[in-house]
Nanobody, 118 residues
Framework: QVQLVESGGGLVQAGGSLRLSCAAS????????MGWFRQAPGKEREFVAD????????NYADSVKGRFTISRDNAKNTVYLQMTSLKPEDTAVYYC???????????WGQGTQVTVSS
């Protein structure tokens, strides 16, 4: 089993930046593809970005492409989401997700709130 804990959320002004972290505890972090999702009130949880277990492949939602960057440090069992040029519509609870690429089982963190003021 893997446990995921997000941190780094907060209140920022439009145009600002935040760096989210997701720290994982488990037997083999490198066996997990990692992703970030977000959910605003009244909306479905949506995909933001993900990264392969090796870090060699990334994907982004069109809404964040060019502004957000996902990365991972397997030595630290941590995945990051660097967010720049933040917009009010980025306001949401951001969740970390890990998927075991061998079993396809997945796990969620508790979420961290990001609020972007205009």
């Amino acid at each position: 089993q893997v446990q995921l804990v997000e941190s780094g959320g907060g209140l920022v002004q439009a145009g600002g930046s935040l760096r989210l972290s997701c720290a994982a505890s488990g037997r083999t972090f490198s066996s997990y593809a990692m992703g970030w999702f977000r959910q605003a009130p009244g909306k479905e949880r949506e995909f933001v970005a993900d990264i392969s277990e090796s870090g060699g492949m990334t994907n982004y939602a069109d809404s964040v492409k060019g502004r957000f960057t996902i990365s991972r440090d397997n030595a630290k069992n941590t995945v990051y989401l660097q967010m720049t040029s933040l917009k009010p519509e980025d306001t949401a609870v951001y969740y970390c997700n890990g998927m075991n690429v061998r079993t396809y089982r997945y796990y969620w963190g508790q979420g961290t709130q990001v609020t972007v003021s205009s």
